[in-house]
Every structure is written in C-alpha cells, then in structure tokens.
C-alpha cells in the first residue's frame, strides 16, 4: 500500500473513532438530506440502531409538518456556514418526539455545498424560554433560590413519600383482589386506588421537574385527557352543585406526555371549581381543531369571580398565589410543561364573568 493510501487510510479511521466516541450527539447528512453518517451518542438519544438511520432521510425523524421548517434550517446553513441553536423536534424510535436544539455546520469547500454536520442537544423548560425572552432569567433571578429550595425539598422526602403511597396502594390492590367484597367497600377501595397512584404520579412529576426533566411527547388524545381528569374529580363534585358540561369534537391526536397533561387539566379543574359561585357553578370543557392554522384546543372555561386585569400579568410568576393554602407553582408549571410540548397557554378573564384557560398545541399527530 502506498504511503498516501495509508495516511488516507488513517485519517479515515480517526475520524470514524473520534465521532463515534463523540459524546457530542452528532450526525453527517449529504445535500439530499440523506444520513450518512451518525454517532452513538445520537443513537442513544433518540433510541435508534445505526441500520434504522444510515442511508435514510432525515425527514424520516421529523414530523410531516417541520418537513418546510427542516427546508428553511439547512438554507440558513448554507447561507450563514454554521447555525446555532435552532429549536426543533425530531421523532425517536417509541414515535414520542423530543425537543433539541439543532446546530449545522456546512461541509465543502469554495461554496461547493458537500452536506451538513448536525448537532443535537437537549433542551430544557428555561433554556427554551430564555432563547425566545432574553430577560427571563433576570425575571426569575430574585426567586431563583427558592426554587431550587422546592427542587432539593422535593428530592429529600420524594423516597418518604413514595413509601407510604406504596404502601396504601398495595393494600388498596390487595382488598380489591378479594372475592364477594361489599359494594360499599369496593368503591371506597377503588377510590383509594385511584388518587393513591395519581398521588404517586404528582410525586414524581415534582421531582422530574425538580431535576428539569424532559416530557415524553407521544399522540394522545385530548378527549382522553379530558375523560380522566374528570373521572379523578368525580367523586369530590358529588356533593357539589357544579354543572360541567362538555363540548369535545372528533380531534386528531396531538403528541403530548399524558401524565404531565393530567397534571395541567387537573390543576385547571381544580382551580375553576374553587372560583366557582355556591349555587350557580358552571363549567364548560372544549375540544376543537383550528384547520387554517392546524392547532388544536382544550379550553376551560367557567362563570367563576374572574380575576382583575392587574393580576392577570402576574398569573405564572413561581410563587404568586391568591390562595392560603395555595403554591403558586400550578401555573408556572403548566406554562413550562405547554412550552415542552410547542404549545401555549392563553387566559382570559373578567371580574364578574367568569375564567376561559386554552391550551393550544401545534404538533398534530
């Protein structure tokens, strides 16, 4: 072999050991878009063996409707060279997608486009947030060491709190398990079970935020989001005179995380039915699709008190609360786990006239 074929050679198998080994998650993807090559630390993010990528598009890990923005990102990159930070989706091998943000580096030489080098990178809740309002941090910068007390309160009794809910849960399995129970009994059981493991769920929804967890995105549908929360607050709106009615059209899945979903709508409920007056309470729950702009919606809206248009500014800041025995977290977190999911949420009000809150998601599955 002559002495250029085995530098060649060498340079060839450097560079496939030092991107492999890469803890960079990075991949090389030719002028088609067609994936040539890709690293471990790639694969592992998106849960992909290297055979499901090589020589496949990269539009195979994006959503049909990212396909135009996918277009505009390598554009920008061959305009400018090198991109940073441009937040997309990409879909991992369960169907679920994730949030990253990409980077592309233009490969060639004299403006001769030879492909793309793609980096990913995970993005966490203010990491998003702070990109899109440069001012977020120092919003938050007062309250910062608050939040990270909740954040490491959370991780020393979240081992505590787990045990006895295991504990309540297992006996409230086990009773169930027994033949000829009384009816009485069994609902009681039943109950038990159900907010035993929904407690479970909270638990760990705390400590996943109180480490900036990633939601798992996946597509779920909104009715089903509505017909659970509603089943949890069946039995506490027994005695209660509050009417809730619903509204739910035939809504193509969206992708969403399901247990962070159940936490937000749940909140809403909650909260709705604590603005609510004694003997006139109503609540209206909406599904819909906005086809000229491919959003979908879940809407709550109610004939509470309503809030003052000095508060309403005020509404997700960590910490503001209204209530006594309230946190101040639940719409801080809801509008974080939104963000996550490429959503929004939105809140109208009027002192008098009631409350409608609108979670509106743009990933149509």
């Not at 198998?13 to 090389?28: C, H, N, P, Q, Y």
Request: proline residues 4%; hydrophobic residues 40%.
């Amino acid at each position: 072999m002559k002495k250029e074929e085995k530098t060649l050679t060498l340079k060839e198998s450097l560079f496939d050991s030092l991107f492999d080994a890469s803890s960079e998650k990075m991949m090389v993807i030719d002028p088609d878009g067609v994936v040539r090559f890709i690293n471990k630390a790639a694969l592992e993010i998106l849960g992909y063996e290297r055979a499901d990528i090589i020589d496949k598009n990269f539009k195979t890990l994006i959503i049909e409707k990212d396909y135009a923005e996918f277009d505009n990102f390598l554009s920008s990159v061959r305009e400018l060279e090198i991109v940073r930070n441009y937040k997309f989706y990409l879909l991992t091998l369960q169907k679920s997608i994730i949030r990253l943000f990409l980077t592309g580096v233009l490969l060639g030489d004299r403006g001769v486009c030879a492909g793309y080098c793609i980096s990913l990178s995970p993005v966490y809740p203010d990491e998003w947030i702070a990109l899109k309002d440069p001012h977020f941090f120092q919003m938050v910068a007062k309250k910062l060491g608050r939040l990270t007390s909740v954040g490491q309160l959370t991780s020393v009794f979240v081992h505590d709190i787990k045990n006895p809910l295991h504990v309540i849960l297992s006996t409230a399995e086990l009773v169930l398990s027994f033949e000829n129970l009384d009816d009485d009994l069994k609902n009681s059981m039943a109950l038990i079970e159900r907010n035993a493991a929904r407690a479970s769920r909270i638990v760990k929804t705390l400590l996943d935020f109180s480490k900036s967890g990633i939601c798992q995105l996946r597509p779920y549908s909104l009715n089903e989001i509505v017909d659970y929360c509603l089943g949890l607050l069946e039995s506490s709106l027994k005695t209660s005179r509050v009417n809730i009615s619903r509204d739910m059209q035939d809504v193509p899945k969206v992708f969403l995380d399901p247990h962070y979903l159940h936490s937000v709508v749940y909140n809403l409920l909650t909260n709705a039915v604590e603005a609510l007056p004694e003997k006139s309470g109503k609540i209206l729950i909406r599904t819909g699709l906005d086809p000229a702009k491919n959003e979908a919606a879940l809407t709550i809206s109610d004939n509470g008190v309503g809030i003052s248009p000095n508060m309403l500014s005020h509404l997700y800041q960590p910490f503001f609360t209204t209530k006594e025995t309230g946190t101040g977290l639940g719409l801080y977190l809801a509008r974080q786990i939104m963000n996550e999911h490429s959503g929004r949420i939105s809140i109208e009000s009027k002192p008098g006239k009631g409350t409608t809150v609108s979670l509106i998601f743009t990933k149509i599955a």
